[in-house]
């Protein structure tokens, strides 16, 4: 049997995993705020599955978002195979392991091209539309860390559902949750407010990564300016320094700077930004108000535009018909085209040289 080191995992939590007989534990990860994860395998099933533990409460009835979230069959949304309380405070969801890995980490290891970027998030909207439309939920931690992909079914999954709330009314809100400071919608850090247009500027900021904006998740610092990161480093005290830190990020969320369009790669046409900065209105009444208007606007884009992949030494344009260009800086700055069309890559001359004019040639279909 594997050794499990999960001493940092509350006492019950612990207890309840070694009474489980019908798995075998296989590893142990510490998550903080968003609670306590297992790898198991099903003894009798053979199959890998995924214990995580969240806060929750005991009498669980027909309402309860758990519940609901055990009956929800969708291929964009992590499957609950089970649901189990473990007195005093929690809640087990035993779920199918993703062999794929979170979203996240393959935004930092390469570049998404656009449209394997708008297929993502065309598929993150169906698995939204299943829980706001068919069951009033929010899932309220929408992020690159909480999406999975599967290699094998080619799609992307919707994990982490223990922050999922229901709302009652078409227009009401539940509290916000506080896990992920840096995806709170503005309306969360100014009144603890969150409602269905919530969920889609988190997908917003899914979008805006994927597209390759400015967004160092890995590195908050990042965001605050010279002036910004002086003024922090002067403080001495830990919990000043970080409150501090806090306020200024809570503020560029606030006034909209956190996920700024104009940083977006300059080949991307401005209806992506539109898109964009409608998903990410400060005012969640002026953004997306279903996630079938948002997928609408984001199939437009991925029939309108081919396709862009920046490579480490070019940018490549791929066209539905399988024309494609490549395009990049020369040494004496001009920009240079190549193109091919099922044969070899050939230069093609037809603009000035500005990066202006060759991605106009590589756009045309």
Known sequence: MVQIDDAWAPEKIREFVRKELHIELLDYVRHGFNGEVYFAKRKKLNDEVVLKFYLSCEGYDASEEAVILKSIDHPNILKVYDLKFVPPEYACFTSPKISGGDLQTHIQAEPFSSKDALALVCQILGGVTELHSKHSLVHRDLKPGNILLDFREQKAIIADLGAVKKIWAADGFVGASKATR?????????????????????????MFQLLGGFFPVSNEIEWLNDREKKKVAKIRNSIEKELEFDKLINNKICKGRIAETSSLPPFLD???????????????????????????????????????????????????????????????????????NGGDWRKDNNHTGSFESALLLARKK
Do not use: T
């Open 270 to 340: 401005a209806s992506f930004r539109r898109v964009l900065n409608k998903a990410l209105h400060l005012d969640f009444k002026k953004r997306y108000q279903s996630s079938s208007e948002f997928l609408k606007d984001v199939h437009q884009l991925d029939r309108q535009f081919p396709s862009y992949w920046q490579r480490e030494d070019h940018l490549l344009v791929v066209h539905d018909s399988g024309k494609q260009f490549k395009v990049w800086k020369g040494r004496k700055g001009q920009y240079i085209v190549e193109k091919r």
């Open 182 to 206: 840096i995806y709170l919608p503005p309306e969360s850090v100014n009144e603890n407010k969150y409602y269905f247009q919530s969920d889609l500027y988190q997908v917003g900021l899914i």
